[in-house]
């Protein structure tokens, strides 16, 4: 290599890098600012309603946690089919083993004190419209690029897909509430509630369900393997 042309390489590079230090803004103040805003509103919000106010301070810390973890219920779905692996599918099964143990006690530290169970209006009948629901959803949260939580923490990233995504949620969502009484009355009602306990005693509960949270863990860590070893 010559050397105006040894030079001319030296100054592209020079200017490249001169670029990209123009593109790395700092950040501080932006989070300062946008922090003091979000704090503000919690606290207006929070004179409202308090239970609004907890509310916004959770949603907030929660979308914080998923941005910055890259937690997306999506991926322990998808990853394995398109690209073997199970890492975040064994994250959130750990994460469903730590709430199993949480909501168990809550709830039978209501039963023994003779307390009404929390939660127990949830329990809902399942029948082929939990079959329905959860094939449409699956299929819908694959292409759409993310489940609802993973929809609205990249919409706070900023991609337009997952704005798109929001607002067909949206209006999926109320276009359910507005036909879950013909759900409920012909297909819901068809099926029996099942409440694990009932079945195999508190204890026998969540032994069981843990039993088959570490069974899928030791699944997805195998298929893995065997996609890595392929």
Known sequence: MSEAETSGAIKRSSRSSTRTRRKKKN??????????????????????????????????????????????????MRDPLLTGSTSVTRAVLIAFAITSIGFWAIKY???????????????????LATA?????????????????????????????????????????????AHDFGWWKLNVISNGKAIFMPDVFGWGGAIV???????????AADKWEHRKNEN
């Open 132 to 176: 329905i629901g959860a094939f449409m959803f699956g299929i819908g949260m694959v292409i759409a690029g993310g489940c609802a939580s993973g929809t609205l923490m990249r919409v706070g990233e900023g991609f337009h897909m997952q704005v798109l995504s929001l607002l067909f949620f949206i209006i999926g969502s109320l276009w359910g």
């Open 208 to 218: 069981v369900q843990l039993l088959i949270i570490v069974l899928l863990f030791i």
């Open 27 to 76: 950040q501080v103040p932006v989070g300062i600012i946008t922090g003091i805003i979000l704090a503000g509103l919690a606290v207006i919000i929070s004179l409202i309603d308090q239970n609004l106010g907890l509310f916004w301070v959770t949603g907030i810390i929660f979308g914080f946690i998923l941005q910055k973890a890259r937690f997306c219920f999506t991926a322990s």
């Open 109 to 127: 530290g209501a039963h023994i004190n003779g307390l009404p169970i929390p939660g127990q209006s949830y329990v809902v009948p399942v029948s």
